[in-house]
């Protein structure tokens, strides 16, 4: 073998045959073999010899047969050796098998080449046989091979075997049937392979058939016919019995063929109904059977170009439910899930047909008016808004006031491009909540509002680049106690955006645009690393311990990764929980109850501790600071500004410092101006000041403790 391989290495690289050029091989030289010993010539026993030693160089895939062959199907469109797929199996070859094969041709050949100049009988009773033999082989499609795939009985191998029986279907997948997969690891035994039996007999008649030039004794002449017309009995017989198990297997492979089928038109329909339904998943919205917004927008740019072609006027409004936050706060989100279903069949009520309606995500819903002006659409917005406004949702008890606010835009043959379409819609349905929620804001092209809430769109690619780029600055500023001014270990951390120029820009420039779009998460965790990393850097060289005030946004305070992003901080920097305050506003925290909570009760017991911002500015402030576990109260600047001046504003401050107090809640006030202020607070009591009266911010790398 490891001789033949090398001689395949010279330029033919081995290729499995395909079954009809097998066929084929078999036939040509069979018919050579047949015709040499009718005409009784041994020149053909010379070619079928030459034919089988180039096959053995070449290999049978660019053998001399294996041209004809190929040169014969290019004229002949049907020839008489095409094979059926379903009996191509029976002249499956391998590299083994196929080299097999040709040796054994080549040794019977050349014995009866051999014996001709002495028992010319022996050589036509060799090739008599191998002429039947390659006959039976080409119709019936037995290989000459240790590896033959016809009639395998038993598979060697532990991985072949389940519960000590074979596994059939390697065997039906080694006779070549396609459903099933064939045991790379398992080994026929010889004994029971049919190809190795076939080759048992052609040498053991092959030897027999060379006896015939040593044997003298009539006798020993006539016990080796016997021999040899017992082996050829024998064989016949072998080939019967494999004739009847290649008929049972065809008749198994057309059974299979006809559940293969049956399988692949039921596979087909469950394809073509699971298509249908991801077409579906990807137009429409799960939740309330709307179009979603990946189909709306695709329609809504058809809409446009429709606009701009036939000069057509159409309406485009984005709606953002009002109230939706707090049923799916207060009675979870199968309650929400339910609402948007039902909001959805108001809106579908309230549009004609040829009007698009879909959810956009969230709470937020889309509708397209189709060839309308601005002015009729606004009346069927109007009566939309009627509509929700009047609809009351209940679940188990509750009931539930629902509103929404609406931005509007026409669609004309001016009109823009689909994001600067959408972005118009999603500003002027904005810019209706910042006026008072429940309303409709019409976008037109000179409409300020709109302007300055695109401004604000813009912002975040700014603060996107600004991280970055690390463009963000953190300063300081001192927190002092009113009784002893002159102690400053603890500072609230203020950030700043660097332009190009080196100018700061204030964090009111960019915060609300960052709390609208959601920047906020990233913005708080950029700030919180950065300080840990300035008190890393101070730690050692601080005569005192320093404590930071850290502002976090209600979008944080929900924000698992967030706070997962803490835990790590704290650790990855050694930074003791007790210096930490971090500082909530009280609308974020009354707006977000249940995440604030959340939060503070989580880092509160691990010792950090918490400030409440900005407090007295709420409508509610008293009734919630009772459910607020934190450490300071942070008085709003407003009251304090002008306290040495306002009495009313002075007495709010009092009564906020004497609550908290009461409650053994510590006072920080800001905006502390002057030492008039300074005064009053050490009348009224408050605990901590903070304002440029104490100290401007600096920067925090430039902090001396």
């Known amino acids: 073998m490891l001789i033949i391989g090398r001689i395949h290495l010279f330029g033919f690289a081995y290729h499995t045959p395909e079954p009809g050029v097998v066929k084929f091989n078999r036939l040509i030289l069979g018919l050579i073999i047949i015709l040499g010993v009718f005409f009784q010539s041994i020149e053909l026993f010379y070619i079928y010899f030459a034919v089988n030693l180039v096959t053995l160089v070449t290999t049978l895939k660019f053998s001399p047969t294996s041209w004809l062959f190929n040169a014969l199907s290019y004229f002949l469109k049907d020839p008489q050796w095409y094979i059926s797929p379903v009996y191509e199996r029976s002249y499956f070859m391998n590299q083994e098998s196929e080299w097999f094969e040709i040796l054994s041709r080549l040794l019977i050949s050349l014995i009866a080449i ?77 004994p029971n392979c049919s190809g190795m039996q076939f080759n048992g007999f052609v040498f053991a008649i092959g030897f027999l058939a060379a006896l015939f030039m040593f044997l003298d004794d009539l006798v020993w002449i006539q016990l080796n016919i016997v021999a040899i017309v017992g082996l050829l009995f024998w064989l016949g017989h072998k080939v019967t019995i494999n004739t009847d198990q290649l008929a049972s297997i065809d008749f198994k492979n057309r059974e299979l063929n006809v559940q293969l089928q049956n399988h692949s ?31 709306f927008e695709r329609r809504l740019k058809a809409v446009i170009q429709s606009a701009q072609k036939d000069q057509t006027n159409h309406v485009l409004c984005y709606i ?19 609402l948007l279903r039902q909001i959805a069949l108001v809106l579908k009520r309230s549009a004609r047909d040829s009007d698009i309606v879909a959810r956009l995500g969230g709470d937020e819903f889309g509708i397209i008016y189709i060839n309308s002006s601005i002015e009729d659409a606004l009346q069927q917005a109007q009566r939309l808004l009627n509509s929700i406004g009047e609809y009351r949702f209940s679940w188990h008890g509750n009931t539930f006031g629902i509103g929404a606010s609406i931005g509007m835009v026409g669609i004309t043959c001016e009109c823009c491009t689909l994001t600067n379409l959408l972005s118009q819609a999603d500003a002027a349905c904005y810019a209706a909540k910042d006026g008072g929620r429940n309303r409709i804001h019409v976008a037109f092209p000179d409409d300020a509002t709109i302007q300055d809430r695109r401004n604000e769109m813009q912002w975040i690619g700014r603060l996107e680049d600004a991280l970055i780029s690390n463009s963000f600055v953190l300063y300081v500023q001192p927190i002092v106690p009113v009784l002893d001014p002159l102690q400053r270990h603890h500072y609230e951390v203020l950030v700043r955006l660097r332009e190009e120029n080196g100018d700061m820009i204030p964090p009111m420039a960019f915060i609300p645009a960052a709390e609208r779009y959601g920047f906020m998460p990233k913005l708080d965790r950029w700030v919180i690393e950065n300080t840990f990393k300035a008190f890393s850097n101070i730690k050692d060289e601080a005569s005192r311990e320093v404590h930071f005030s850290i502002n976090v946004s209600g979008a944080s305070m929900g924000d698992e990764t967030t706070k997962k992003f803490l835990r790590g901080l704290f650790g990855y920097y050694g930074v003791p929980y007790h210096i930490i305050t971090f500082e909530v506003t009280e609308t974020e925290a009354i707006g977000n109850m249940t995440n604030a909570l959340c939060f503070i009760n989580e880092f509160r017991a691990l010792g950090c501790k918490f400030a409440l911002d900005d407090f007295g500015c709420g409508l509610s402030s008293f009734s919630y600071l009772q459910n607020m576990p934190i450490d300071y109260l942070k008085i709003d600047g407003s009251f304090v500004h002008d306290i040495h001046l306002n009495s009313v504003n002075r007495a709010m401050v009092a009564a906020i410092n004497d609550i908290g107090h009461v409650m053994g809640i510590e006072t920080i006030c800001e905006f502390v101006e002057n030492k008039a202020i300074m005064y009053v607070l050490s009348d009224l009591g408050v605990d901590y000041a903070q304002g440029y009266h104490i100290g401007r911010p600096i920067p925090i790398e430039t902090l001396c403790v």
């Open 114 to 190: 051999v014996v001709y100049q002495d028992t010319p009988l022996i050589t036509w009773l060799i090739g008599t046989f191998m002429g039947v033999f390659m006959m039976i082989s080409t119709f019936f499609g037995f290989c000459l091979s240790a590896l033959g795939y016809i009639g395998v009985k038993n598979v060697k191998k532990v991985s072949c075997h389940i519960d000590n029986k074979v596994n059939t279907n390697c065997i039906l997948a080694r006779n070549g049937f396609k459903p099933y997969s064939r045991c790379d690891y398992c080994e026929l035994t010889a």
């Open 265 to 295: 038109q039921s596979l087909e329909l469950e394809v073509s109904r699971r298509t249908e339904e991801l077409e579906k998943m990807v137009k429409i919205d799960s939740i309330t059977g709307l179009v979603n917004r990946y189909e």
């Open 320 to 338: 953002d439910l009002d109230q939706f936050k707090i049923v799916n706060d207060k009675c979870g989100h199968i309650a929400g899930d339910e």
